[in-house]
């Protein structure tokens, strides 16, 4: 009786995802859903913004052009608005750390910022 049980258990807990193409039609193939998943999601991050009617036209043609690095004050700006008392990044440095460590410290944040977002 134990086998029919575990046999039973085993195959309620498979739980089979239907998958469909760009025609609708079924796709069973493990490979085939992979790529189909991967399709999907590449059509639906990969949108251009569709600007807002609220906005005027001069802010919606600004939306194409790309942003310039980070300056010192925006750095220092973002900094001072951080929350103090939440759980350590990563790194473990905390707001508090951030917010004390001077302009050497924004400095220092700025640049590390500036690396990243130029590679």
Known sequence: MKDAFTNFTSLKSRKVSPVLDKDTNL??????????????????????PVPSP??????????????????LAEV????????????????GITAEMLKL???????WLTNVIK????S
């Open 101 to 107: 460590s001077s302009i050497h410290g924004t400095q």
């Open 115 to 118: 690396q990243a977002w130029n």
């Open 27 to 48: 796709v069973s193939d493990k490979e085939a859903k992979a790529e189909r998943w991967k399709e999907h999601f590449e059509q639906l991050l990969n949108n251009h």
């Open 54 to 71: 609220d906005l005027p036209e001069s802010l919606a043609d600004d939306q194409d052009q790309a942003c310039s690095e980070p300056c």
């Open 76 to 91: 220092h700006a973002a900094v001072q608005r951080l929350k103090n008392g939440k759980a350590l990044d990563l790194c």
